[in-house]
């Protein structure tokens, strides 16, 4: 199982994002998915959260501007992050509990750079 993160880039204080996290590998089923990230010099932490019946939940500093989805079908989630703030620069991670035939595991995405000029 791979996950394959990309979307992130440079933007401006008050632009917006799109990243984007595929899994692809022999998966039976995705159940929580979510999205971290890790500030210059800061921990990585958790930045949104959905579950596979779409219960969202989200940090307190990016509520109202960051939003979680999915794609079930396509094995698919998505961050949609306006009002770009500078704080908000990091590596973004993506996050999965996926089902093989094998086990049930927690698998992570290689990172996607997300830089927020003042």
């Known amino acids: 199982v791979q996950l394959q993160a990309s979307g992130g880039g440079w933007v401006q204080a008050g632009g917006s994002l799109r990243l984007s996290c595929v899994a692809s590998?022999?998966?039976?089923?995705?159940?929580?998915m979510r999205w971290y990230r890790q500030g210059p010099a800061k921990q990585r932490e958790l930045v949104a959260f959905?579950?596979?019946?779409?219960?969202?939940n989200y940090l307190d500093s990016v509520k109202g501007r960051f939003t979680i989805s999915r794609d079930t079908a396509k094995n698919t989630v998505y961050l949609q992050m306006n009002s770009l703030k500078p704080e908000d620069t990091g590596v973004y991670y993506c996050?999965?509990?996926?089902?093989?035939?094998?086990?049930?595991?927690?698998?992570w995405g290689q990172g996607t750079q997300v830089t927020v000029s003042s």
């Open positions: 996050n999965c509990d996926i089902h093989t035939q094998y086990a049930l595991r927690t698998y």
């Open positions: 590998g022999s998966i039976i089923r995705i159940d929580d």
């Open positions: 959905v579950s596979r019946g779409d219960t969202t």
